[in-house]
């Protein structure tokens, strides 16, 4: 019954889609228009080690040791891990702990820029991935030090050696960019075109995979008619609209709305020879492997209704959030600064976060913003409606119940708390106001810290 439902949705609305999710405002016309520029170098960047899943990078820079833009300043501890570089020509002033949007804070460098320097990339190796056979490949990509960059900032090359077994047959590139505000995949979509397609068919050469998709929500059909002008007839890679909606950038929808396939519980894309990658990190492969380069900037979006002049921006990694707001000017005081998204995002206790790979966006809020509103929290009065709404099928309410007594194990075990990724449909549509979303982050968290404690007591017997 379910894939007769989702091929009627089809049917109705052209283009490909899954079952559930939103329709939030999408406050876009704010940037889509706007193309990317470059903003100028803060005083201090604050490069923390960890800005991707697996194990944070080692400095091998010093206090005191001159850098210049390009240079590594830190080295991968392990396969699930990637080198820094350095984002300005400038000055090593310290290595110690810096503030982070989740709270504690981390191990950082933080380099004075020169700002008499050049600020040209000195650092670097040209190589021709096209006469490179694939581990080369793979290697060259985390020496860029390369990770999602629409969020998610899973290092780059281990997806592109899918686990034993498993065989790459399709590529997907996410271009859906489903979070409100946000048009940073847009305009790199329609700006830098050629970097992307080179960045394609450098993924499809590493992962060995038949073919090429490029999803685009078709609320961007500017950008669709854009790639299909511009992709070679004999490169196998084609463009598909999907329809509008949250959250259809997610890995598994975007599989199931492109491939009509369903990515096990969990499972990873491999399982159904599939990797995903964003169309920023794209872009950036395939601009920077050529030239054996690092990544060292990305295109933000910095919108909200209190910044006066919102746009796409590129700008240098580890630039605090505060100078950043100063650039693009703000009205008034600030209610409230998210990185990346609104619906899944993280609101920043401290403007001096810097930009990391991962950040997407910033958006900033007024004071009076609704979103920011007070609202009481009511019971839960069983309507159905984050049922409806979760796209990945789980029952939110029952979950929500049970994150009230306390009975975390029962949600992960009994009710597969551990398929939510935390998308915030449920909490979205809520009648009843009640945070679903923040309970089962703290859920799993208090799950994950119960499981390592598990960890280490065998490990001590």
């Known amino acids: 019954m379910k894939r007769i439902g989702l091929g009627f949705t089809r049917l109705l609305h052209g283009h490909k889609t899954f ?12 940037t889509a228009g706007k193309p990317i520029r470059r903003l100028p170098f803060a005083d201090e960047l604050v490069i923390p080690l960890q800005q991707h899943k697996g194990r944070a990078s080692v400095p091998i820079v010093k206090v005191g040791q001159e850098v210049v833009r390009g240079e590594p300043i830190a080295v991968a501890d392990h396969f699930v891990s990637v080198p820094m570089h350095a984002p300005a020509t400038g000055v090593i002033r310290a290595i110690g702990l810096a503030p982070t949007a989740e709270g504690p804070k981390t191990p950082a460098i933080f380099l004075k820029v020169y700002h008499a320097a050049s600020q040209q990339v000195l650092y670097g190796s040209a190589c ?48 859906c960019e489903c979070e409100p505000y946000l048009t940073c995949d847009h305009r790199i979509m329609l700006e830098q075109t050629e970097n992307l397609i080179r960045g394609i068919r450098i993924a499809l050469r590493a992962t060995r995979a038949e073919r090429a998709i490029i999803g685009v929500e078709d609320n961007k059909l500017d ?13 196998p890679i084609t463009v598909e609209a999907v329809r509008t909606k949250y959250p259809q950038g997610a890995e598994k929808m975007l599989i199931t709305a492109l491939l009509d396939a369903e990515v096990p519980a969990g499972g990873l894309p491999a399982d159904v020879g599939v990797a995903v990658f964003n169309v920023g990190t794209l872009a950036q492969m395939g601009e920077l492997v050529p030239r054996g380069q690092g990544l060292i900037e990305r295109v933000v979006t910095v919108s909200g209704p209190a910044v006066r002049n919102p746009g796409n921006f590129l700008v240098p990694i580890g630039t605090p959030v505060r100078f950043l707001l100063d650039q693009v000017g703000f009205k008034g005081p600030l209610g409230q600064v998210i990185l990346g998204g609104p619906m899944m995002g993280m609101a920043v206790a401290s403007l001096d976060v810097p930009v990391t790979k991962s950040v997407s966006g910033v958006v900033a809020l007024e004071p009076e913003d609704p979103a920011l509103a007070r609202r009481q929290v009511y019971p839960c009065i069983k309507c159905g409606e984050c049922l409806r709404a979760c796209p990945v099928s789980l029952n939110p309410s029952m979950l929500g119940e049970l ?25 979205f549509v809520c009648p009843s106001n009640i945070p679903l979303t923040q309970y089962f982050r703290i859920a799993k968290s208090i799950n994950r810290d119960a499981r390592r404690r598990d960890e280490a007591k065998q490990t001590q017997h």
């Open 223 to 235: 950008a669709v008619s854009h790639l299909r002008a511009r992709i070679p007839k004999h490169l």
């Open 128 to 175: 021709e991935p096209e006469q490179m056979n694939v581990k080369d490949i793979i290697q060259a990509v985390q020496d860029a030090g390369l990770v999602g960059l629409g969020g998610g900032a899973f290092p780059s090359h281990v997806k592109m050696q899918p686990p034993a077994g498993r065989v790459i047959h399709t590529v997907l590139v996410n271009g």
């Open 403 to 427: 994150a009230v007594a306390r009975e975390y194990g029962v949600m992960a075990e009994q009710f597969n708390l551990d398929q939510c990724f935390e998308c915030g449909c449920c909490a």
């Open 19 to 30: 079952d559930h999710g939103i329709y939030p405002i999408e406050h876009k016309e704010l």
